[in-house]
């Protein structure tokens, strides 16, 4: 053969390049880097879109795709070494080594090999990356996936009004750039996982989450925040019989202050607060500006050190912090559980004895598990044998709700307990809304931030038994 011959395919360093090629290690190479490839290029157009609200598809784009495939590109000069080494120099280069043609066996080869494995990378790749991306943007995989970690927050997320709500939903939002920005944290989460250096409990405010207004306000329309709301708040005593006692509240959300209400006085048009807060978890505040369509008032205590303290602008979550991770306390938790039912009423006792054993201290959830439901069967055994016979189905009913109350809210593994991350709607059981409006927050002219019982809501009964306002709407106690 000549060095014209005009079936000749490549320069002529290539024929010893795929003789070298034809070995098992390079030849896995070879696979390992197209499949790799095609993944890569599967996911590209998801991943530079924004189409998916996951980090972790970026992870494994950017992350995890990378790794096999240099893998697989350094397995190709190697096995061609190793081949080279066995055959000797002679073989790779005899003195008429065949131009490179269609009719070179070795050349076929190869390519039928790579064309095979490319269709069946195409097949593979197209239905497995569809799979992961729907499956990465899922509840189950942000929830589970890290299961010790994200535990907390996801049963209380079930157990909340966003429970079909996706975390991205409220953790990432719509658009690209927020999407590349958790992309890059969610790296570091990945590996603070891996190598087990997260802080235990996560540390809450999330420090980098988007402007709530931006995610929030996907879903609720700033014009419709909501109505004046009417609560009703039982309270079950320590008493034997448990006295149910009715507190009954009229929120004004929406229609109080002038039909302006909670909600515009703090995020109306034209109105921005900020605030300086001296504790990490912004529970101190010394410092306000109430900045609307009247102009510019401060407030501060009187005691107030506010240089070098961070501001932040007033949004949703200084009020709702807990919109979706709302963890209870014992005393509420057992109230709304006796409300409903599960844990009976009528179990002589059954609120003081419950709250004693849910304030006990459980070295993890297995102990917890055996000893929380004992205890409560053991104290209507010992204490009410009557009750205990006549009532053996609704005693152990209540005791694994109980423990079911337990189980959603204390995390020994994650170091979350009852009041580990407070709540700020309200004020009753965290400072909540008296930060602020705690009547010592006060201007240059000694106006201050209200504590008036009616600014909020109006005090329609307070820990009354069956309150004359319920029986009045039609809503009052049944009994
Ligand atoms: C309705 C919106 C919303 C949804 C849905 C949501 N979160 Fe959150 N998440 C929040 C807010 C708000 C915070 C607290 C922000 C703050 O206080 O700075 C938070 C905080 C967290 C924290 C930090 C620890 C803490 O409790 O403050 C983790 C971890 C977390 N969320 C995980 C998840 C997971 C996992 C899901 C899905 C199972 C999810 N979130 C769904 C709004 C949401
Ligand atoms: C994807 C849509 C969506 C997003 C995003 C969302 N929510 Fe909601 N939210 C809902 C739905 C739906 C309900 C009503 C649930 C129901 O009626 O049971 C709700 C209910 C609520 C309620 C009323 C709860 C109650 O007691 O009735 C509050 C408060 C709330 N959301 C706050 C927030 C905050 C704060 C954010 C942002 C961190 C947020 N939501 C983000 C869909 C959303
Ligand atoms: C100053 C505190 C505060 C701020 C800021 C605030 N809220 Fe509220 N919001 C409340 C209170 C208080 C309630 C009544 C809660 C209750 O009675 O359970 C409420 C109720 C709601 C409800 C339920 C209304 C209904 O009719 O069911 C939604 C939804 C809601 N807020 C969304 C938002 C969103 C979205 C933002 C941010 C744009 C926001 N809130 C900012 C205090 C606030
Ligand atoms: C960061 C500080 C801050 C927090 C927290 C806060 N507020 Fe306010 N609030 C203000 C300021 C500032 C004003 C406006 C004072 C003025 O008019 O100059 C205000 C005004 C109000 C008013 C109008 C009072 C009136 O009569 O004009 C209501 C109602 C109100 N807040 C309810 C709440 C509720 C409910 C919460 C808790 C869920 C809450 N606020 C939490 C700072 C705060
Ligand atoms: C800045 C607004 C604000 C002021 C001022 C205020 N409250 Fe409240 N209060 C709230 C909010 C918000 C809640 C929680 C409502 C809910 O659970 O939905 C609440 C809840 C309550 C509850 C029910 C507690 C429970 O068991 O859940 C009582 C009782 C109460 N307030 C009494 C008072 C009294 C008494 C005053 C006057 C010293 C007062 N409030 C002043 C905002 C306020």
């Known amino acids: ?56 598809i970026g992870i494994l784009a950017f992350l995890t795709i990378p790794v096999p495939f240099f893998g697989g590109l350094l397995l ?25 043609a269609w009719s070179n066996p070795e050349l076929r080869r190869l390519v039928y090999f790579i064309g095979a494995t490319t269709v069946i990378n195409v097949v593979v790749a197209s239905q497995l990356t569809y799979g992961a991306i729907n499956y990465m943007d899922s509840v189950t995989f942000c929830g589970q996936t890290c299961h010790n970690v994200m535990q907390p927050e996801f049963t209380a997320y079930q157990n909340s009004p966003h429970a079909r709500v996706e975390c991205v939903k409220c953790h990432i939002g719509p658009g690209a750039s927020w999407f590349v920005r958790s992309k890059l944290s969610g790296v570091g989460q990945v590996f603070a996982v891996a190598f087990n250096t997260y802080p235990r409990p996560i540390p809450t405010p999330v420090e980098n989450l988007r402007p709530a207004r931006e995610t929030c306000e996907s879903c609720h329309w700033p014009q419709k925040y909501g109505e004046d709301r009417l609560q009703v708040i039982p309270t079950y005593a320590s008493d034997e019989s448990n006295t149910r006692t009715e507190t009954v509240l009229l929120v004004k959300i929406g229609g109080g202050n002038h039909g302006i209400g909670i909600h515009g006085t703090h995020l ?53 912090n807990r919109p979706t991770h709302t963890y209870e306390l014992p005393e509420r938790g057992l109230d709304t559980a006796m409300n409903t039912g599960l844990i009976s009423p009528t179990l002589p006792f059954a609120k003081k004895e419950a709250l004693e054993i849910l304030k006990a201290s459980y070295a993890s959830r297995a102990e ?39 189980n959603r809210n204390i995390f020994p593994d994650m170091k979350v307990t009852w009041g580990s991350y407070p709540n700020d709607l ?38 009354e038994k069956s309150p004359k306002v319920l029986g009045d709407l039609g809503i009052g106690d049944p009994k």
């Open 268 to 320: 109306g048009p034209g109105v921005t607060i900020r605030y300086a807060h001296s504790d990490q978890a912004r529970q101190q505040i010394p410092w306000v500006e109430y900045n609307g369509p009247m102009g510019k008032t401060v407030y501060a205590t009187p005691d107030a050190k506010i240089a070098g303290l961070p501001v932040r602008v007033m949004d949703c979550l200084d009020c709702h």
């Open 76 to 100: 190709i000069p190697l096995g061609m070494w190793l081949q080279r080494r066995r055959e000797g120099r002679t073989a790779v280069y005899p003195p008429d080594f065949p131009f490179l």
């Open 1 to 56: 053969m000549t060095p014209n011959t005009p079936n000749r395919l490549g320069p002529k360093w290539l024929s010893p390049v795929i003789h070298l090629c034809n070995n098992w290690i390079s030849l896995t190479g070879v696979v390992i880097v197209t499949t790799a490839s095609i993944f890569w290029l599967f996911l590209l157009p998801t991943t530079l879109s924004g189409g998916t609200q996951s980090p972790y």
């Open 368 to 406: 917890a598990g055996l000893r929380i439901p004992a205890a409560f069967e053991k104290y209507y055994q010992d204490r009410y044998p009557a009750v205990w016979e006549q009532r053996k189905s609704d005693v152990t009913a209540s005791a694994l709700q109980v423990l079911a109350l337990w």
């Open 426 to 463: 309200g004020h009753t059981d965290f400072p909540g809304c008296f930060r602020c409006h705690d009547g010592s927050h006060a201007s240059q002219d000694g106006k201050s931030i209200t504590q008036d019982c009616n600014a909020c809501h109006n005090l329609l009964a307070a820990d």
